[in-house]
């Protein structure tokens, strides 16, 4: 079957088994300025149709060659934010469209946001489908929700930013006391994403000018995050792709973009088994005792809820989803080999050899993790 013929009499019989498929049409996309178009979103029995908004998303994704990751607004007739749900997430205006080209299964991303949810922390949900732009097919994508308040579990009273960078014109606001007040949605290597008003900066300038910035801390929600982090091997999730939820008495972490995790990196290349992820931040805390006592005693818990059996499982649900619906064999056919633009290597679409790797790894960071946290003695 050609993939570009795709249509949904071609898709399997079974109705719990046939995928959503959204079909973007509009015209040339840039990553600055988002473009009108139409969106069609056609499911078991249902069918949406709207106008959009609609740009790419992404910096590394910038130089993927036909599967580019894209954001979009939901708009009225007349050009306002239309509110609907779209694939059983939440109400909302905004979405992204997630593609996963660097990664050899495609699944990292969302089946990291899951197992942070499972953690009992908030952070977007996503749902799979197959995607269209205009009559180019693009194969699996995921839609998930905008990481923003609302998907950060953050009160309208509280605040939200995003660190971009692990500096900024050399500055690290987390290795420092402010050296100057913000003046715009960027201070540095941070990014302010709630509230718009300039006021909004103000809990994140008095933690970093707090005389013990812990006091401010969730500390049990960083304990978690450095294990989560360090467990799943994220790259990219401490200097950058960390959210700061402010929820009017204290910070708590939650990660975005967690491609680069379970084995490799940004670029689909290996990442090593005994790196371990920090920043400042965290350097810091973790010259505390109460910090340490918090990392032993969360990771006796998080040691059984991410298990390697845990984390094989929610692999092999999404894993098993897609290849009986037969998403897997036609995104193989449209997208067999992915070639890095910098390193020039070149890694194939495997989602099953890939499970075995991501098992592997993870059995090799649990072991690390429980040498660190707890001597290497466990009953487990």
């Avoid at 084995?263 to 010259?287: I, Q, T, V």
């Amino acid at each position: 079957m050609c993939a570009l013929c795709l249509c949904l009499t071609c898709l399997p019989a079974h109705a719990e088994e046939i995928l959503p498929v959204l079909r973007l049409e509009a015209g040339l996309l840039d990553y600055v300025t988002a473009k009108p178009g139409v969106l069609t979103v056609t499911a078991v029995e249902s069918e949406t149709v709207s106008p959009i908004t609609v740009k790419y998303r992404g910096t590394y994704s910038a130089t993927f060659t036909g599967k580019r990751n894209y954001s979009f607004h939901l708009k009225t007739d007349q050009g306002e934010p239309s509110h609907i749900s779209l694939l059983g997430l939440r109400t909302d205006d905004d979405y992204v469209l997630l593609g996963g080209l660097s990664d050899p299964c495609r699944l990292r991303a969302v089946v990291g946001l899951q197992l942070w949810r499972s953690l009992n922390y908030p952070a977007p949900q996503s749902a799979p489908c197959e995607l269209y732009f205009n009559d180019y097919y693009k194969g699996i994508y995921f839609l998930v929700e905008r990481p923003d308040r609302k998907s950060a579990g953050v009160p309208k009273g509280g605040a939200l930013y995003r660190v971009l960078a692990a500096s900024a014109d050399d500055i690290d606001l987390l290795s420092m006391e402010a050296p100057d007040a913000p003046t715009g949605e960027t201070w540095y290597n941070i990014g302010k994403v709630w509230p718009e008003e300039d006021s909004g900066w103000q809990p994140l300038m008095s933690m970093l000018n707090a005389q013990d910035r812990a006091e401010m801390f969730n500390l049990a929600a960083f304990a978690d995050y450095y294990l989560f982090i360090n467990l799943i091997g994220a790259s990219d999730n401490m200097s950058k792709n960390l959210y700061l939820c402010w929820d009017g008495a204290h910070f708590s972490p939650m990660p975005w973009d967690l491609d680069a995790a379970f084995g490799r990196l940004y670029n689909a290349s290996p990442s090593p088994n005994d790196a371990w992820y920090s920043n400042s931040l965290f350097d810091e805390l973790l010259e505390r005792e109460d910090f340490q006592k918090q990392l032993r005693s969360r990771w006796l818990v998080l040691r059984e809820t991410l298990s390697p059996a845990a984390i094989d499982s929610s692999f092999d649900s999404l894993n098993d989803l897609l290849a009986a619906s037969g998403a897997w064999e036609r995104e193989a056919e449209r997208f067999a080999i992915y070639t890095d633009s910098a390193t020039g290597l070149s890694y194939p679409f495997a989602p099953e050899p890939e499970m075995a790797f991501i098992h592997e790894f993870i059995l090799c960071r649990y072991t690390m993790l429980d040498t660190a946290f707890l001597g290497g003695m466990t009953d487990g």
